[in-house]
């Protein structure tokens, strides 16, 4: 999760903390303010599905094959083509709960109801009802969504008058629907979204979080001090951490640094933006090649 908040950092050098961060994915809805490394103030998560999870169910019961990203291009896919919008209705979850949580199983059930014909009349065997159910669960998904983030940006107006960005991160955030629907809404904030690469890649956005905690003197292990430490599956957002500090490795670091550029220079020298982040970067990042990542920026 934390490499998720923090990859966006990795192609955009003006994301400072604090920032209000949107983390949706295939496991993850979340809205956290990212006051500072390894300090976040979750304020709300979902407390059934995941937004991606339910983009997956709903391609499922559609009966829509998965492509790259799994089901939710192709749904958006559908409803972004739809002819009747105003054929299924669905109604917005939690508008009358007080907090920034998020849920989305009970969407999932409405459109099932929807299929089995227990609430309007639908045939998945027509392309326009598909697409109309399609765009009636992203509309109301997409209502949901800015709902939770309009009580997130009203709390950080009280507690972080200072925060003026909101990083979306996940692989969701390649839904241009709901990210276009932020910028649209918020327009006094700054909408920020990561390269498509950044939003997929697990490997890239854990090597950076990695890489953002060694700058800062944290967490840093060398290969042969891996066994000292123990491995926490369910290890929380805002854990209370405690790095140890391995000063043969801070040299390589410090050298990098003063040698370098930044990482954020690396999708600058991709010219083509549907390619994938060459390995030979995420093997560098991955295996602390400082020397080997130096030469491919130049």
């Known amino acids: 999760m934390e490499g998720h908040a923090l990859v966006p950092r990795m192609e955009n050098p003006d994301i400072e903390f604090p920032y209000l961060c949107l983390l949706i994915s295939g496991g993850h809805s979340m809205l956290v303010v990212c006051e ?22 709903v391609a499922r019961l559609l009966g829509v094959p998965f492509g790259k990203g799994g089901g939710g291009p192709q749904v958006e896919k559908l409803a972004s083509i739809v002819t009747d919008k105003d054929k299924y209705k669905l ?28 609430i309007a009349n639908f045939d998945p065997n027509c392309h326009d009802d598909v697409c109309s159910l399609a765009y009636a669960f992203q509309d109301v998904v ?28 996940g692989g969701v955030a390649c839904n ?78 410090t050298g990098y640094e003063n040698r370098c550029e930044s990482v954020h220079n690396v999708l600058e020298n991709i010219e083509d933006p549907g390619v994938d982040i060459p390995k030979a970067i995420k093997f560098a990042l991955l295996t602390n090649d400082y020397i080997s990542l130096e030469k491919l920026y130049k």
Not at 100 to 112: D, E, M, P
Request: proline residues 5%; charged residues 20%; hydrophobic residues 35%.
């Open 36 to 57: 500072d490394l390894g300090k976040y103030n979750i304020l709300g998560t979902t407390v059934d599905d995941a937004v991606g999870e339910a983009y997956d169910k």
């Open 91 to 118: 109604n917005t979850p939690m508008t009358k709960i007080k907090n920034c949580n998020f849920s989305f199983a009970g969407i999932k059930t409405r459109i099932l109801q929807h299929i089995n014909g227990n």
């Open 142 to 169: 997409i209502k949901h969504i800015n709902n939770r983030v309009k009580r997130a940006v009203m709390y950080c107006a009280d507690h972080y008058p200072n925060i003026n960005k909101l990083v979306i991160s």
């Open 176 to 253: 241009n629907s709901i990210t276009s629907s932020l910028e649209q809404n918020f327009p006094y904030y700054q909408v920020i979204v990561p390269h498509k690469h950044l939003c997929r890649d697990n490997g890239v956005m854990i090597a950076w979080s990695a890489f953002e905690n060694m700058k800062r003197n944290r967490w840093v292990v060398p290969p042969n001090h891996v066994d000292r430490f123990s491995y926490d599956p369910s290890w929380t957002l805002n854990h209370e951490q405690n790095y140890t500090i391995f000063p043969e490795m801070l040299t390589h670091v």
